[in-house]
């Protein structure tokens, strides 16, 4: 742990934007997340950004 970790103690989910706790946050793919649930939510949303791209 580096004392610029410890500076970000407070993240954001990247996916419903909520503040999050240091000991509640989900680390997945370079991102924070509250919950596993936001976690999928935002790969869902990925996926259909590239489909649209791939359709257009
Ligand atoms: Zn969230």
């Known amino acids: 742990?580096?004392?610029?970790?410890?500076?970000?103690?407070?993240?954001?989910?990247?996916a419903c934007k909520k503040v999050l706790l240091r000991k509640k946050r989900h680390y997945r793919n370079n991102a924070y997340y509250c919950n596993n649930n936001c976690f999928q939510k935002k790969l869902k949303a990925d996926a259909e950004k590239v489909t649209a791209e791939v359709a257009a």
């Open 1 to 14: 742990m580096s004392k610029k970790d410890e500076n970000e103690a407070f993240k954001n989910c990247a």
